[in-house]
């Protein structure tokens, strides 16, 4: 039985990956197959703030998650 916290933590990384694919592939990442043309664009700020935040939170989650299974501070 898988635990709460991976199937949450899987389930961010799939809609990055999608976000990422849509976005990243058609917009920023100037290729063959993409809308862009000429330069790529500028990844905004708020796509790595909002990234480290995510990882933050999947590690704090994940610190809280398994202290609680072990019993620690309960």
């Known amino acids: 039985?898988?635990?709460?916290?991976l199937n949450a933590s899987?389930?961010?990384a799939a809609i990055a990956s999608v976000v990422m694919t849509y976005?990243?592939?058609?917009?920023?990442l100037s290729g063959l197959h993409s809308y862009a043309s000429g330069?790529?664009?500028q990844v905004p700020d708020w796509v790595f703030i909002g990234s480290g935040m995510?990882?933050?939170l999947i590690i704090v989650s994940g610190l809280v998650s398994?202290?609680?299974?072990?019993g620690v501070g309960a």
């Open 39 to 41: 330069d790529a664009a």
């Open 54 to 56: 995510a990882l933050a």
């Open 23 to 28: 976005f990243g592939v058609n917009y920023f």
């Open 66 to 70: 398994r202290s609680k299974k072990w």
């Open 1 to 5: 039985m898988r635990s709460i916290w």
């Open 10 to 12: 899987g389930s961010l």
